[in-house]
């Protein structure tokens, strides 16, 4: 069973666009997050959701729009990509929101903007 | 600042050698410190974490040492395989604690 699933694994799709990467977790946590890796490794967080309530959120262009229907699940839906957008995309959980925990992540989103 | 800096960026070593990699927070109050290990096209995993009332933590081939004083810590791989051949990240909580930052990576390229 796997932990923390994403879908797509794979997202090719041009400029202007807009697209949505889904996340669900059956570990019970009560922490969901959303970072970015872009080609260079770094890891870089965008949003953080504890329990449905968005706690974090970075300096990310208002075009990321992080939606929490439950704790199990967190989706990101991108208007209007551009270039830049080109990363991987991970989700993670933890048990409760503290920097304390261990994160799952899921096996990451690859977006490339054509 | 909110900064986990982590050194070397790239490490190369021979099978059966050790590799170390250093890293080093900002934030006095932070006291967790895990280590993630991402394979090529694969997912950060947790590979081994301590805690701040504690020194050094093992587990078969890898540790990790913390200085809190130094605010610095290490992860030491011993007897490294090719398998150990991966991207490691370090990580510590910053911003009253809430907040995971990570490390740059360190690409580690054991030659066999």
């Known amino acids: 069973d796997t932990a923390v699933s994403q879908t797509p694994k794979y997202l090719v799709t041009q400029m202007g666009n807009d697209k949505s990467i889904k996340c669900e977790q059956n570990l019970g946590h009560d922490t969901m997050y959303w970072y970015k890796q872009d080609s260079k490794k770094f890891l870089k967080i965008m949003f953080s959701?504890?329990?449905?309530?968005?706690?974090i959120n970075e300096t990310v262009p208002n075009r990321f729009s992080p939606k929490s229907p439950d704790k199990a699940h967190l989706n990101l839906h991108i208007n209007s990509l551009e270039l830049g957008d080109s990363a991987v995309y991970f989700c993670a959980s933890s048990q409760q929101f503290t920097g304390s925990q261990p994160q799952h992540f899921g096996d990451g989103t690859r977006l490339s903007i054509l | 600042g909110e900064n986990v800096e982590q050194h070397p960026s790239t490490l190369s070593v021979q099978e059966g050698d050790s590799a170390v990699i250093k890293c080093t927070y900002s934030d006095s109050a932070s006291n967790y410190f895990p280590w993630y290990k991402q394979e090529l096209g694969k997912r950060p995993q947790l590979i081994i974490d301590i805690r701040s009332n504690v020194g050094e933590k093992k587990d078969q081939r890898i540790a990790v040492t913390l200085n809190k004083t130094a605010k610095h810590f290490s992860l030491h791989i011993t007897e490294t395989q090719p398998e150990d051949s991966a991207v490691y990240f370090c990580a510590a909580p910053v911003a009253a604690g809430n907040k995971l930052t990570f490390g740059g990576g360190t690409r580690v390229l054991v030659k066999p």
């Open positions: 959701y504890n329990n449905k309530e968005l706690i």
